[in-house]
């Protein structure tokens, strides 16, 4: 009797560890992109299948510390990179919370010149001894790469000699890749640079885009929806926002593309989660 109990307790056992190991093991085939709900900004986390994190931009000086207890929240207790597509305060704000709550091992973002404003204003010279004077910080242009694990983020803009002036025009972009899954992160890019960009980079093809400018109407242009066609699109806004965004002419141009519209004013934080095989499945909290 006594062996028979001993029997089954450690078959019992077996099959416990057995149902952990699988689930770990299903878990780890999956990207994880959280478009977190900041207010007026962007913060979008990527949790690669191996178990890295990245957080791009980190909302605004208000909503930073929302950014971290997210972070905490879904256990992601060390960052890999942290990425700031522009040095607007809707985008870098939050970096003074999460570089004092969070580990982080590489501190990006698009090298602006930031001379005038370190002269003029201390939020931006808190910004410069906090980020761009941090050992672990380098500035990203075109044809660099960050990777972690199966997930590839390459830089498709600006190039190392930009054309343009100002910090929207100079977004970082970045194309996250997962085998043949695709998702185009713009920050704020204007019109004028997507007409650049597909010059540079013609054969853009994306899943998933993160609205560039909130949705405003300078940007998102209909020859560049037409060209890389998202099957979604992710607009990262707060509600009634004193600059009117979202514009209608750029949801009338997405409706128009076919793309499936989500937006952090009305659905909250916008999980999608993508399989090893591509699937995509969208979750609103």
Known sequence: MLSALRTIKIFSVSIIVFYIFFCSFVQAQFLKIHFIDVGEGDSILIEAPSGECAIVDSGNPISGYKVATYLKKNKVHALEHLIFTHPHLDHVGGAFFILQMIAVQNICDNGENLNSLIESGNIYRWYNELVRENRKYRALTAEDKLIMGDVVLDVLWPPKVSTFSGFNANSLVLMLKYNNFRCLLTGDLTAL??????????????????????????????????????????????????????????????????????????????????SKQGEIAVNKK
């Open 193 to 274: 640079s997507e007409k650049q960009l597909l010059r540079r980079c013609p054969d853009i093809k994306v899943d998933v885009l993160k609205v560039g400018h909130h949705g405003a109407a300078d940007a998102t242009s209909r020859k560049f929806l037409k060209k890389i066609s998202p099957e979604i699109s992710v607009i990262s806004v707060n509600k009634n926002n004193v600059w009117g965004y979202p514009s209608k002419a750029t949801i009338n141009r997405l409706k128009a593309s076919g793309s499936k519209i989500y937006r952090t004013d009305k659905e909250g934080d916008i999980v999608i989660t993508v």
